[in-house]
């Protein structure tokens, strides 16, 4: 089967772990991942909670999302599983911190279904697969941190 | 087949109509219309062919390409002296300038340029041209006395053709050195004149073109007219040869064109037939210039923006080695420190060399100002002779964009109400020529930017007196500073009356502000019948920064040095509690607001007594206030980065930065701070005016 043909027919993605929760991002959207460190993040005031600070890397300053508080885990902890994946995403490099990364995976897309229409609040979903007998949610990584709502007003709502 | 898209290169176009614009206005500027210089007449002339060339080649720019050719007509009346250069002519062209100026910008931000001006432009192109008719249209068909000159007797060799070549208004000199041009070129065979107009028989292998091509090296293509010619036989029918005249006038008329938009390319190679000693040479020299431009390139200033700041990263990466170093044995690792030591001096070498990239010399600005002196001076019937110093001196781009606005409130400023009418300054035994002279040079870190004029000076007590009866914060004990400063307070204005230059009091506070905003000072001298300094100092450059670290609890923040006025700790007796967390402090009579850091950024594990904290003192405009701090942690150059890429806003932070220790660190607003707590406070303190202290918490 020729490379093209395998792109065609799979989904290339990374899965990582939030919360014992399975979640699947496009592969090319990963730009490494690291180690998180919260000495070495700079708390930034009067942001969204789920905004960590920013970051040096390599000479970037880039914002640290934790993925956990973004999507409403009650307890945060820090392991050394504990990783920042950084996007690249069309504008700008983030960083997500999630629970641990898993593995990369090729998944068949038509194994994928469509995520339920009705009462779908995470419009960041793309679609559900089974993956290693558990449910896995493959996602639209720009929808969920969900930049344009990084805004001061958007603080009275958060907290 | 489409033709080739050639919008990619409209952006060089644009840059370079608009470079040969402000080239064009600053040669007008310096012609004296007594004595034309012709070789500014000519670069003038230049300046529109070029341009006019430039948007035919587009073919989509056909206002541009209208106007220019008016425009072009009527400098090349001027140009060959049968228009007289008057002082009007100079100011059309001016007016012509700017119009073009629009036209380019209309055209680059693609929208449809407005059409009213270029008209008026049009009329007032026409009527300059109108203002000699007899001259000004080109001798352009030839009456029939050419069949009566046809040359009868001559025997033209094989190959060859004859040509008659007409020269319209050429002086003698010239026409000496086409005459030796043509004896290269081909064989002379006869020549006689009418009036202005001199006709040359040549025979010669070369096309019609060609000895146009030549000849336009002298002189204007509209000065020559060649062609050829037919030998007649006496009892030949006398039609036929203005038949042949006519069709290859036409055809010398199309060959005119091509090579007008040969021309237009200075770079491009004229017809490599023409082939004599001295277009050899001139083609040569116009070679190297071509060459010499191409010594530059152009770069978008975000690439160099990039560059800059990653050239800032290396310098702190290799300060943080430095750090690291320090912990190793020197004996041990000597050659690695050394090393690492050599690297840095490197780098700061490389760093240099990449922030002189975004360096343009203040020249850049100091250019558009002659003008402005001589358009206002003219409106107000004041005589300003304008001297600019120090134009070589670099700075920042972006900087440079920026002060043009202010300076040139500056500069209207001194030319109406520093510099006076000339009779009050023959009066007051001084030249009726007034003098500004604006100034910049490099002073510590800085740069120095003044602009002098030698008018009246200000009056203390008028301005005084004047500001107090505008209800501004005024007393008469102010030193002479302050009281100059009272040129700049919002809705002050010392004039008799309003005129269209100044006086209306809006400009002088934006020109303060925007200069706060760039990091800059000002300050002001002036002597009553000597005149008036203002000066500003700049930094060199907006990528880097001097800051203060800070700290607070276990936060760092960094804070520009130029909002500070000075740091302290207080003593109890300095403190005025207020409230809960809120405090006065009391500095020489003045009553400061004193902001928590750590109450805006909610920061955990701070220094709650005041008596132990830092104090800040910052300035932001007219107002001070005092930031409590942990700690001061010490002065450095920082990079500034912007966080807009990331967040739209982050309330009371202008940017962010990297620490020597690769830390983030947040830069302070200091102007946010204040906006954000609220406070308004007077500007001066109690000296001369008891302070209005409000505190109009929300």
């Known amino acids: 089967m020729s490379q093209e043909k395998k792109d065609e027919l799979n989904y290339h993605c990374l899965v990582f772990c939030v919360d014992g929760q399975e979640f699947a991002i496009d592969i090319l959207k990963v730009q490494e991942i690291r180690e998180y460190q919260p000495v070495n993040v700079t708390r930034v005031a009067h942001l969204p909670s789920y905004i960590q600070g920013l970051i040096n890397l390599r000479g970037q300053i880039i914002p640290i999302i934790d993925l956990r508080i973004k999507l409403r885990v009650s307890e945060v902890e820090y392991t050394p599983q504990t990783v920042v994946i950084i996007l690249g995403l069309s504008d700008r490099i983030v960083g997500i911190v999630v629970d641990s990364v898993s593995n990369v995976e090729l998944i068949a897309k038509n194994t994928i279904e469509p995520p339920p229409n009705v009462n779908n609040p995470a419009a960041y979903l793309i679609g559900l697969t089974t993956y290693k007998d558990q449910l896995l949610q493959i996602v639209d990584v720009e929808k969920l941190i969900d930049h344009e709502h990084w805004t001061l007003s958007d603080i009275s709502q958060e907290e | 087949m489409s033709s080739p898209d050639l ?29 034309p210089d012709h070789e500014s007449l000519n670069a003038i002339f230049r300046c529109a062919h070029s341009i006019k060339g430039g948007a035919a080649a587009f073919g989509v720019f056909d206002d541009l390409v209208s106007t220019t050719h008016k425009l072009e007509n009527i400098l090349d009346l001027v140009r ?6 008057t002082h009007e002519a100079i100011s059309v062209f001016l007016k012509a300038k700017d119009v073009l100026w629009d036209l380019v910008q209309a055209y680059r931000e693609q ?6 001006s270029a008209q008026e432009l049009l009329a007032m192109l026409q009527q300059l041209g109108d203002a000699k008719p007899g001259e000004a249209k080109p001798a352009a068909a030839k009456p029939p006395e050419e069949k009566a000159e046809a040359i009868t007797d001559v025997a033209i060799p094989d190959g060859e053709k004859l040509l008659k070549v007409t020269l319209i208004d050429v002086s003698e000199k010239d026409r000496l050195s086409l005459h030796n041009e043509m004896g290269i070129m081909g064989t002379h065979i006869r020549q006689s004149s009418s009036g202005n107009e001199h006709y040359y028989w040549i025979s010669s292998a070369l096309p019609p073109e060609d000895i146009i091509a030549v000849c336009c090296f002298v002189i204007d293509e509209s000065q020559i007219q060649v062609k050829e010619s037919i030998p007649v036989v006496q009892d030949v029918v006398k039609e ?27 770079e491009a190679t004229p017809p490599a037939k023409a082939v004599s000693e001295a277009p050899v040479k001139q083609l040569l020299a116009k070679t190297s210039a071509a060459n010499k431009e191409s010594g530059t390139i152009r770069v978008p200033i975000q690439k160099v923006d990039q560059l800059v700041n990653q050239v800032g990263e290396m310098v702190i990466n290799q300060s943080i080695l430095m750090q690291a170093n320090q912990s190793l044995d020197p004996i041990v690792h000597a050659s690695l420190i050394q090393d690492i030591e050599h690297m840095g001096s490197a780098l700061r070498t490389m760093q240099e060399a990449i922030m002189a990239l975004r360096m343009m010399p203040m020249d850049y600005a100091f250019g558009r100002f002659p003008r402005l002196v001589r358009e206002t001076a003219g409106k107000l019937g004041k005589q300003i002779e304008l001297i600019t110093k120090g134009g070589g001196t670099e700075l920042d781009k972006g900087l440079i964009e920026r002060m043009i606005d202010p300076l040139t409130h500056l500069i209207r400023n001194s030319i109406d109400h520093g510099i006076e009418m000339p009779e009050k300054r023959i009066a007051a035994d001084k030249d009726p020529l007034g003098k500004i002279t604006i100034s910049a040079q490099h002073q510590g870190g800085r740069i120095i930017i003044e602009v002098i004029d030698d008018g009246a000076g200000m009056d203390r007590e008028k301005l005084i007196n004047k500001a ?9 004990n102010m030193t002479d500073d302050q009281a100059f400063m009272l040129i700049f307070e919002a809705g002050f204005s010392t004039a008799e009356k309003v005129t269209d230059v100044s006086g209306r009091g809006v400009g002088m506070d ?73 405090a006065l402090l009391l500095l020489r009579g003045e009553h400061l607001p004193i902001i928590n850091l750590w109450e805006i950024f909610s920061i955990p594990n701070t220094e709650r007594d005041l008596k132990k904290s830092i104090i ?23 990079v500034v980065k912007n966080l807009e890429t990331h967040f739209k806003r982050v309330p009371c932070v202008s940017g962010a930065t990297i620490l020597g220790d690769g830390s983030v660190a947040l830069i302070l607003d200091a102007a946010a701070i204040l906006e954000q707590n609220k406070i308004g406070l007077t500007a001066y303190g109690s000296g001369f005016n008891t302070p209005v202290l409000q505190q109009e918490r929300v």
């Open chain 2, 616 to 638: 800040a003192v910052l300035q932001v405009g007219k107002s001070r206030y005092a930031l409590a701090v942990d700690q001061l942690l010490g002065q450095h150059q920082v």
């Open chain 2, 468 to 476: 107090i009866e505008k209800g501004l914060p005024a007393s008469h």
């Open chain 2, 510 to 582: 934006v020109v303060k502000r925007n200069i706060q905003e760039l990091g800059g000072l000002t300050q002001i001298e002036s002597e009553k019948g000597k005149g008036t300094t203002i000066r500003i100092s700049l930094p060199l450059t907006l990528a880097i920064m001097d800051g203060m670290t800070v700290q607070s609890g276990n936060e760092r923040f960094v804070l520009s040095l130029s909002h500070i006025v000075e740091c302290l700790q207080p003593t109890a007796d300095q403190l005025r509690m207020l409230e809960e967390n809120k």
């Open chain 2, 7 to 35: 919008s990619e290169f409209h952006d060089t176009f644009f840059d370079e109509a608009q470079e040969l614009l402000q080239g064009m206005e600053q040669t007008l500027l310096c012609l004296d219309p007594e004595s």
């Open chain 2, 240 to 266: 036929a040869p203005a038949e042949v005249a006519d069709h290859n006038s036409t055809q010398s008329t199309q060959s005119t064109q091509s090579i007008q938009s040969i021309q237009s390319k200075p």
């Open chain 2, 111 to 116: 929208r449809e340029p407005g059409s009213e």
């Open chain 2, 80 to 85: 060959n002296g049968k228009m007289p250069l």
